[in-house]
């Protein structure tokens, strides 16, 4: 029955949060959403267009744009879809694990912290859900050893950097145990991870930067040398 009454809760916030959300037409994510949607051969990612994010962004908003097309409504389920997509994978993924006496309790906790954010805060949504899903995922091959765990961990910590560079950090937490643990057990194991790590990181990097059609150097000098610049300033 709580189960029920979370589920309905969390839609009808997801659908409420996120109509009252998108009214600001805040500066970022509108930014995001235009720029992807014309995002062509004559408009280029870190050619004609600067941003100093990474492709990841634009690339599902285009992904989803593509399907449902381009528009005032469509500019707000498409906040509506990847908040949903967030909130419903942190129940399923954390909240539901907790007590049923609980769940509510930490449900209503969750939702209170989304007050006072605006649409800008779209970006972080998206990298919090990518983080989400490589820590879960993470914490099962600790468990349970299973490789492809672990593979999907990485996948979703990557997807988060070629979102916003510096979420770079949260490979820390994963490589340095996965070192110290692959290494101990095997080290064919161990040069096994190193090979699907460099698979993994090349192939999200190379299905974004053909779809873009940007080089390295470019998004060298957008997300790394322009970020670090910005943020001496």
Same mark, same amino acid.
């Given at each position: 029955? +709580?189960?029920? !009454? &979370?589920?309905? *809760? +969390?839609?009808? $916030?997801? @659908? ?8 600001? $037409? ?7 959403? @235009? !720029? !992807? %949607?014309?995002?062509?051969?004559? =408009? ?20 989803? /744009? %593509?399907? *449902? ?9 498409? =906040? $509506? ?7 419903? #994978? ?9 007590? %049923? ?7 209503? =906790?969750?939702? #209170?912290?989304?007050?006072?954010? %605006? &649409? ?7 990298? /919090? ?27 979703? @910590? ?15 937490? +994963? ?10 057990? &095997? ?13 993994? #990181?090349?192939?999200?990097?190379? *299905? ?12 060298? #000098? ?10 001496? !300033?």
């Amino acid at each position: 029955m +709580l189960n029920k !009454a &979370s589920l309905t *809760i +969390l839609f009808l $916030f997801s @659908v409420i949060f996120s109509f009252f959300t998108v009214l600001d $037409f805040g500066s970022d994510y509108s930014f995001y959403y @235009v !720029a !992807a %949607n014309f995002i062509s051969e004559d =408009f280029r990612l870190y050619k004609e267009m600067f941003s100093h994010k990474g492709p990841g962004v634009y690339y599902v908003i285009k992904l989803l /744009s %593509n399907v *449902i097309g381009f528009g005032i409504w469509q500019y707000f389920f498409t =906040f $509506f879809t990847f908040f949903s997509i967030f909130i419903f #994978s942190f129940y399923f993924l954390v909240l539901k694990k907790l007590d %049923n006496s609980m769940n509510l309790a930490f449900m209503l =906790f969750f939702i #209170s912290l989304f007050f006072n954010l %605006n &649409s800008n805060s779209f970006i972080q949504i998206l990298i /919090s859900t990518c983080l989400l899903f490589s820590f879960y995922h993470y914490e099962k091959y600790q468990k349970l050893n299973y490789l492809y765990s672990l593979l999907i961990s990485f996948t979703f @910590v990557f997807l988060a950097i070629l979102i916003r560079i510096d979420n770079i950090i949260f490979l820390l937490p +994963l490589i340095i145990p996965t070192v110290i643990k692959t290494y101990k057990s &095997s080290f064919i194991i161990f040069m096994k991870t190193l090979v699907f790590f460099g698979i993994i #990181s090349f192939t999200l990097y190379f *299905i974004f930067s053909t779809y873009f059609n940007f080089t390295f150097d470019e998004y060298f #000098s957008h997300n790394f040398i322009f970020n670090s610049t910005y943020g001496q !300033a």
